[in-house]
T-cell receptor, first 112, second 113 residues
Framework: DAKTTQPNSMESNEEEPVHLPCNHS???????IHWYRQLPSQGPEYVIH???SNVNNRMASLAIAEDRKSSTLILHRATLRDAAVYYC?????????????FGSGTQLTVLP | NAGVTQTPKFQVLKTGQSMTLQCAQD?????MSWYRQDPGMGLRLIHY???????DQGEVPNGYNVSRSTTEDFPLRLLSAAPSQTSVYFC????????????FGPGTRLTVT
């Protein structure tokens, strides 16, 4: 299975943009890129996903490199509530498509 | 909608005891799954189900049983608890179609002494 690499931790100031990087150099052409986050003492929650094009939703934006070997989750204005572990996950388009393989993610700290 | 609910929130077991962790969802999702999360680590898949009567093993199935008699419920049974099963357990559900956006429950924190 293709693997993702994320920094262990990042810090951001409140109300500033945050760019969370993810490398996935062995991604296959049909793998989707999913992002989940886990707030303290809670279950993970879905943030966003994409295949090739950049994506926006109410929570965040996902920027995908043209060669798809990396992606960046963008939080446009970080709030204290955004402090969480962010997981970048590759999901296959068939076979084990339903299964998510979690790495250790990036711990985001938001400073007031 | 209550979403995905899990009971109990906390549980302490002695080695060798058995118990069932409950999971229910009210979104009519076909796919349900159980994960465990050990301290400082990501989640690992234990078992999953794509519908009533259908279950399969994930990455770390040993020591756990599941069954799926209804769409709504997916209980996880610990047959004979061991200290290595001390963990936080999360249940998740999704529609069985892309993008397979999974909804997670709040978790059950289990300690085995």
């Amino acid at each position: 299975d293709a693997k993702t690499t994320q920094p262990n931790s990042m810090e951001s100031n409140e109300e500033e943009p945050v760019h969370l990087p993810c490398n996935h150099s062995t991604i296959s052409g049909t793998d989707y890129i999913h992002w989940y986050r886990q707030l303290p003492s809670q279950g993970p929650e879905y943030v966003i996903h994409g295949l090739t094009s950049n994506v926006n939703n109410r929570m965040a934006s996902l920027a995908i490199a043209e060669d798809r070997k990396s992606s960046t989750l963008i939080l446009h204005r970080a709030t204290l509530r955004d402090a969480a572990v962010y997981y970048c996950i590759l999901r296959r388009s068939s076979g084990s498509a339903r299964q998510l393989t979690f790495g250790s993610g990036t711990q985001l700290t938001v400073l007031p | 909608n209550a979403g995905v609910t899990q009971t109990p929130k906390f549980q302490v077991l002695k080695t060798g005891q058995s118990m069932t962790l409950q999971c229910a969802q009210d979104m009519n999702h076909e796919y349900m799954s159980w994960y465990r999360q050990d301290p400082g680590m990501g989640l690992r898949l234990i078992h999953y189900s794509v519908g009533a009567g259908i279950t399969d093993q994930g990455e770390v199935p040993n020591g756990y049983n599941v069954s799926r008699s209804t769409t709504e419920d997916f209980p996880l049974r610990l047959l004979s608890a061991a200290p290595s099963q001390t963990s936080v357990y999360f249940c998740a559900s999704s529609y069985d179609r892309a993008p397979y956006e999974q909804y997670f429950g709040p978790g059950t924190r289990l300690t085995v002494t």
